[in-house]
């Protein structure tokens, strides 16, 4: 099967700066991941996707990172403001299911 | 476009008694998962339907169960409830099958 954890249950960062979340997962057949964005009472929100075949992929101030060697992936987000205070997790799959990271809790300090 | 919706937002019952959760998918939507997201614990993958079949189940007891129906809407029933079944039951749906998954907000299911 698959497992997958998050570096850090916390962290802080100031307005303004850039935010890191790190993931990391056991199963070198999952070729497709996912962060998600869950504010609290709210159901997880689809913030970026990427698939095994590329390393980076960019949106709207967010990237991901993949790291297929070292089973890795991270989540990049760029001026980082209140609003993205949330839990961030990402959720790996291979083919069959979804497995799901318990998650970092992002507060950003105004 | 309306996302996915679940029914209801909070339900409250007793050790013993049956749950049923709805679930109505993105219009086009033909995948439809449920998850367990107990406290402090990340999502547990609990069901997946897909054109109306069971295609997977997680590692959940049997009293875990569901349907999905022609319109592709879904219910997740729940038998003989105990304490630790409290949690929120999220669902989700894909236009493809293992792909992007949206989530709904979710039913806050509490056993007394």
């Known amino acids: 099967g698959e497992s997958v954890g998050l570096h850090l249950p916390t962290l802080s960062v100031q307005e303004g700066d850039n935010s890191i979340i790190n993931c990391a997962y056991s199963?070198?057949?999952?070729?497709?991941f996912i962060w998600y964005k869950q504010e609290s009472g709210k159901g997880p929100q689809f913030i970026i996707d990427i698939r095994s075949n590329m390393d980076k992929r960019q949106g709207q101030r967010v990237t991901v990172l993949l790291n297929k060697t070292v089973k890795h992936l991270s989540l990049q987000i760029a001026a980082t403001q209140p609003g993205d205070s949330a839990v961030y997790f990402c959720a790996a799959n291979d083919g069959n299911q979804f497995y799901f990271g318990t998650g970092t809790s992002l507060t950003v300090i105004p | 476009e309306a996302g996915v919706t679940q029914s209801p937002t909070h339900l409250i019952k007793t050790r013993g008694q049956q749950a049923t959760l709805r679930c109505s998918p993105i219009s086009g939507h033909t995948s439809v998962y449920w998850y367990q997201q107990a406290l402090g614990l990340g999502l547990q993958f609990l069901l997946w339907y897909d054109e109306g079949e069971e295609r997977n189940r997680g590692n959940f007891p049997p009293r875990f169960s569901g349907r999905q129906f022609p319109n592709y809407s879904s219910e997740l029933n729940v038998n003989a409830l105990e304490l630790e079944d409290s949690a929120l039951y999220l669902c989700?749906?894909?236009?493809?099958?293992?792909?992007?998954?949206?989530f709904g907000p979710g039913t806050r299911l509490l056993v007394l």
């Open positions: 199963n070198s057949a999952s070729d497709y």
């Open positions: 989700a749906s894909s236009l493809e099958a293992q792909r992007t998954q949206y």
